[in-house]
């Protein structure tokens, strides 16, 4: 049983920064996993982010989030980090961490999620 659960997301105001951990329990390793993180609001679909390999060596992200967000993990803390920098109001959504083989997350039908975290960007 892979059980993942996000959590740092909150209030924010535009141009803030905030960083949310996925956090792996149970007798998951992230280390066995590509690790991805993907959000979703009311208006729009579901929206892949980025993705960490299971090495940890690679990352990947979506255009729409290259260059403000960054993907890491720890491995001791058996956790994944999704930092984001200079927040927008259109990036308030639930933010969700999955993981899977790498090609599922990218192509975004992992197997595996958290149950999310709200991000609320103010203007």
């Known amino acids: 049983q892979v059980q993942l659960a996000e959590s740092g997301g909150g209030l924010v105001e535009a141009g803030d920064s905030l960083r949310l951990s996925c956090g792996a329990s149970?007798?998951?390793?992230?280390?066995?996993?590509?690790m991805g993180w993907f959000r979703q609001s009311p208006a729009k679909e579901r929206e892949f982010l980025g993705v960490i390999s299971y090495s940890g060596n690679q990352t990947y992200y979506a255009d729409s989030v290259r260059g403000r967000f960054t993907i890491s993990r720890d491995i001791a803390k058996n956790t994944v980090y999704l930092k984001m920098n200079r927040l927008k109001p259109e990036d308030t959504a639930v933010y969700y961490c999955a993981a899977d083989y790498g090609p599922d997350v990218v192509g975004g039908h992992p197997r595996f999620w958290g149950q999310g975290t709200q991000v609320t960007v103010s203007s």
């Open positions: 149970g007798s998951t390793l992230i280390s066995e996993y590509a």
